[in-house]
């Protein structure tokens, strides 16, 4: 049975200990944090857990990996510690604060022959799987347009922006439904309640095959808002994350050019069903622990693997770079 430890037990890292421990492949020995109330939040309920302070502690308890659920800034350091030291990393998003960094990661991991996964749950949620299905069946046709809007009140961060905190969820989506990166991205983004962290901006990646997808982040907003709209040349896809009855919805609904007529342009708006496919019922997380698990007894592949992590942190640092110079667009392969 694999041994497992998590460091980090705040927001995430118990939603990752109880995944883990739920799956029969493997059993978490040891969990760190520096707070003592988050230690006792684990040890009211997981008795038989190890609990520290000090993460350098779990290299004695032979773990085959180690889950870090820190901060981002935290991040590279804590993975390397366990890379230099055999042992595999599953590392939060985003992977790491610095393109530098990541690279850095996976080259440590190729020498030690470790494995680095990134924790970008929504690759494997049920919804975004089905629009996976539904474009590679050929249902929307070209893709024409991504529209996404993630926006809350709060929570505000300290340690990164809203834009590190909110699109990698969004860029890890774009990444594995059209398995390519944007050419360029360009951000208009505002600071309002934070001094130096900007808490809302709007982010547009434009694509080699001339779409563009455009994400809203926001920390300032009223409600919370986690929708996406996927525009094509047969029809449109709404996925709405927050809907737990009907998260994706089919429109039959397209424009095309009736070119028999005099006019030079005679646009044609046709409407079909809008219908809701069946959307399988599990959580993300524990789809993602079964393939952590199973690559490292060597029956499957990582599908988040560190060069996911690192195409993320490449369009974080675009993103950054194009609001440092006032929204001008960035090209991707620069980075």
């Not at 707070?35 to 302070?53: A, F, G, P, S």
């Not at 991040?75 to 939060?92: D, M, S, T």
């Not at 900007?198 to 982010?203: G, S």
Request: proline share 5%.
């Amino acid at each position: 049975m694999l041994k497992i430890g998590i460091i980090g037990l705040g927001y995430w890292g118990p939603n990752l200990l109880r995944n883990f421990c739920a799956n029969d492949k493997c059993s978490v020995v040891i969990a760190c944090d520096l707070l003592d109330k988050n230690l006792r939040k684990i040890n009211k309920n997981y008795h038989n857990i190890k609990l520290t302070k000090d993460y350098r502690e779990i290299l004695k308890e032979g773990v085959e990996l180690v889950c870090i659920a820190t901060s981002p800034s935290t991040h590279f350091e804590i993975a390397k510690y366990f890379l230099k030291n055999g042992i595999n990393v599953l590392i939060e998003k985003p992977m790491t604060t610095k393109v530098g960094d990541a690279l850095a990661l996976l080259e440590l991991s190729y020498q030690k022959n470790l494995k680095i996964f990134i924790d970008h749950p929504f690759v494997f949620s049920p919804p975004v799987r089905k629009i996976k299905e539904l474009m590679k069946n050929g249902r929307l046709g070209k893709v024409w347009y991504v529209d996404s809007e993630r926006v809350n009140l709060g929570l505000l961060q300290n340690d990164v922006t809203v834009i590190w905190d909110l699109a990698p969820h969004d860029f890890s989506i774009f990444n594995y439904l059209f398995e390519c990166l944007p050419v360029s991205v360009q951000v208009v983004a505002s600071r309002h309640k934070h001094p130096y962290c900007e808490d809302l901006a709007h982010i547009v990646l434009k694509y080699d095959n001339k779409f563009i997808a455009h994400i809203d982040v926001s920390w300032l907003s009223p409600v919370k808002i986690r929708k996406m709209i996927i525009g094509g040349e047969k029809g449109m896809i709404l996925y709405n994350d927050i809907d737990q009855v009907e998260p994706v919805k089919f429109y039959e609904k397209r424009i095309e050019i009736d070119v028999s007529k005099v006019s030079p342009f005679h646009p044609v708006y046709l409407t079909g069903d809008i219908w809701c496919p069946k959307v399988d019922k599990y959580e993300p997380l524990a789809k993602m622990v079964e393939n952590v698990v199973n690559t490292l007894y060597g029956s499957e592949q990582p599908v988040v693997d560190g060069y996911e992590g690192l195409k993320v942190v490449k369009l974080l640092e675009a993103c950054d770079k194009s609001v440092r110079n006032n929204g001008r667009e960035v090209m991707v392969g620069e980075i």
